[in-house]
């Protein structure tokens, strides 16, 4: 194999074949690959793409670049995965969930990217939860509570690794055929047999439009579909926060609301529609039904706490949360500055006001601050007279409160018209 002429096949318009891709792929984790033939690759792709068998050889190929799982359990081995936005701490709620629903969640998530928070970052608010573990550790974690959110290791889907940090440097991030790569191979090298994907769409998710995000949608079912994975996807609006706190601790209160029954919303709402999706695909049916009832009856919340201990947590956090999460030491309301009605909010602004607060990443070594953020945010169609908080800001300083402020009333639109909030399940992709 040569990966001088594998680049000139993509510079030609053409697509290589299985084997091809599937050397390149490993000269990316064993280092054979040079980063200027990864940076070619990655941008011949993004120019001229790959064909429906490409893409998927290609997701194959990274996936099987490292270690591959395989579990031998008595349940089906299941997961969920979103394509990142603001206010989303759905994976929390639902592990937990579907653990309780008797199948296994090896759940391997990622940190904060841009604008949108990370679940490990979420979990990290949580005094002592590690979500680095060894194999074994994971292993033993999924066997013994049903489900594990954990780190991908340094041997799962190394080409990934290596590629994407390749692509952040050459502009190749938006290619539909490297996100569909990028994505899968790191999912399916879980050793899944059903994957539920989130799809967002709007002013708070990287895709801003629906066709783009039924594009991307259509291409990662296609592709798991076709590396053997049984995989659905919703397409669900992010045109506001879909929780009412932005901000790791913050976000993992209105988890432990939803968990212990004191909060209901489109946070639930979501759960309960991606669980009882991924359930009946695996031929269990009533999934809806059985993910709401496994919220209600507190299963889900006793999982959570399994799993919270298991993993380095409190023995307690369940029964006593509110005790061990961080608190920032300002505290600021943010007032309405009209009478009105809100008829739009800008996510991303809010996501960026988040990460100026400390509570994401500017750079890759920067240390998130998991007690600030912005909590009690305002909903698309909400009523408000002048005065009325918008949302409250968590901050370390003063001067971090005060930028958060203007933010905050640069990202909310209030207007004299009703609003009504788009739909939050647009499409269902089988």
């Known amino acids: 194999m040569d990966a001088r002429a594998i680049i000139a096949t993509l510079r030609k318009g053409g697509t290589p074949d299985a084997d091809s891709l599937a050397w390149f792929a490993q000269g990316l984790a064993d280092g054979t690959v040079s980063d200027a033939q990864a940076g070619a690759f990655a941008m011949g792709v993004c120019l001229n793409g790959l064909d429906d068998t490409g893409r998927a050889a290609l997701t194959a190929a990274m996936r099987d670049s490292g270690k591959v799982l395989h579990w031998d359990l008595d349940a089906p081995v299941l997961d969920k995965h979103s394509t990142g936005g603001v206010g989303d701490c759905v994976s929390l709620i639902l592990a937990p969930a579907l653990a309780a629903c008797g199948v296994y969640v090896p759940m391997i998530s990622g940190r904060g990217l841009g604008h949108t928070g990370g679940t490990l970052d979420k979990l990290e608010a949580i005094p002592g939860f590690r979500t680095t573990l060894t194999e074994d550790q994971f292993r033993h974690v999924v066997a013994k509570v049903g489900c594990a959110i954990v780190?991908?290791?340094?041997?799962?889907?190394?080409?990934?690794?290596?590629?994407?940090?390749?692509?952040?440097?050459?502009?190749?991030?938006?290619?539909?055929?490297?996100?569909?790569a990028?994505?899968?191979?790191?999912?399916?090298?879980?050793?899944?047999?059903?994957?539920?994907?989130?799809?967002k769409c709007g002013s708070g998710a990287f895709m801003k439009s629906q066709d783009d995000a039924r594009a991307l949608a259509r291409a990662l079912v296609d592709t798991a579909?076709?590396?053997?994975?049984?995989?659905?996807?919703?397409?669900?609006?992010m045109s506001q926060p879909l929780a009412p706190s932005l901000g790791n601790a913050l976000e993992v209160i209105d988890v432990m609301r939803v968990l212990t029954g004191a909060s209901s919303g489109r946070l639930l709402d979501l759960t309960i529609a991606l669980g009882g999706a991924l359930l009946e695909q695996a031929g269990i049916s009533d999934g809806n039904a059985?993910?709401?009832?496994?919220?209600?009856?507190g299963a889900a919340a006793e999982k959570f706490g399994a799993m919270v201990y298991a993993m380095g947590g409190p023995v307690h956090f369940v029964e006593d949360w509110s005790r061990f999460l961080p608190e920032a030491p300002v505290i600021r309301e943010v007032s309405a500055p009209k009478t009105g009605t809100v008829t739009a909010i800008d996510g991303e602004a809010l996501g960026l006001a988040v990460v100026e607060l400390g509570g994401g990443r500017q750079i890759e070594t920067d240390v998130v601050d998991p007690a600030v953020g912005l909590s009690d945010v305002v909903s698309i169609g909400d009523k408000l007279t002048k005065g009325q908080p918008l949302a409250r800001i968590h901050a370390a300083r003063e001067a971090q409160a005060d930028a958060a402020v203007k933010a905050v009333l640069s990202a909310i639109t209030i207007g004299d018209r009703p609003a009504t909030p788009q739909p939050l399940i647009l499409e269902h992709i089988t």
């Open 290 to 297: 059985k993910i709401d009832q496994a919220i209600a009856n």
């Open 225 to 237: 579909k076709a590396t053997g994975c049984p995989t659905s996807a919703l397409i669900t609006d």
């Open 151 to 180: 780190s991908a290791s340094a041997d799962i889907a190394p080409a990934d690794k290596r590629l994407y940090a390749i692509r952040d440097v050459t502009a190749t991030v938006e290619s539909l055929d490297l996100i569909t």
């Open 182 to 199: 990028s994505i899968l191979s790191k999912k399916l090298a879980a050793g899944l047999e059903g994957l539920v994907l989130d799809v």
